[in-house]
């Protein structure tokens, strides 16, 4: 079974789509997918498609939902020629809960987690492009926001939020690893657009101002920090980080004598410009 959740919801086995058009159907197998191999409540899945308030028959239509959905599970057995399993084996029912059984099959989920993962190692140890490479490998799994044609619950939701923010830390430290190769005018068009779409997002903005400054753009680097405090005690009443202000000192403290194409770069989280 082949699993995409890092956009739209494709979910395939033998390569034929078991994927609902229905939106409640289409509910149940996205958090199906997401936990392939392991098995989902039944109250996580009600809570998903009801809320806090399900109706009575909450149950049994949950169970006319999993029903359709091995219906089309079947389908894609027969087309594929599959007769070693049935789509009670496929989608399984046990105590409290479902399973759907990825079989082994491919999980962009899994796979990001996993050139993340490698990612982060290699940045660890120093190895910036390997990290940026595995970085780059594991953001290009995603095709738009998770479940992007899925109308989620309470479950979902929480998960859509717990994805963006692993995008998030890999998109960071991506960014990190090439501002240490020293590509900073590369990414001075993909932060404008970050920084717009994550206005409150403190490492990023740090990371646009490091690389306008490397650019020789120090006022804009400054302009940057400024539009950022100015969001930030408007919004959320806080002034930022120690951090980002030990960050706008050094570039106010660099005078145009002193050369920006220095290799040092910021350390995990933001630091000095050096």
Known sequence: MDIDVLGALDVRENGISITPTAAKPRQVL????????????????????????PPRSARTTLQTYILQLRALIATALANGGDTSRSPKEVLVTLPGGYLLCGGGGRSDVREFERLSGLGYRA???GDHPGGARLLREALALWSGSAFADVQGGVQLDMEIRRLEETRLCALDQRIEADLRLGR?????AELTVLVSRYRTHENLHGQFMLALH??????????????LRTTLVRELGIEPSAALRRLQRSILMTGPE?????????????????
């Open 30 to 53: 996205a958090l199906l997918a997401l936990h392939a191999d392991q098995t989902v409540p039944v109250a996580a899945l009600i809570e998903e498609l009801w809320g806090q308030q």
């Open 184 to 188: 900073h005018r590369e990414l001075l």
């Open 258 to 274: 002193r050369p920006l194409e220095s290799t040092e770069t910021p350390k995990r989280r933001l630091a000095q410009v050096g």
């Open 123 to 125: 940045m660890d140890v």
């Open 214 to 227: 490397r650019s020789g753009r120090r006022g804009e680097a400054l302009d940057v920090y400024q539009r």
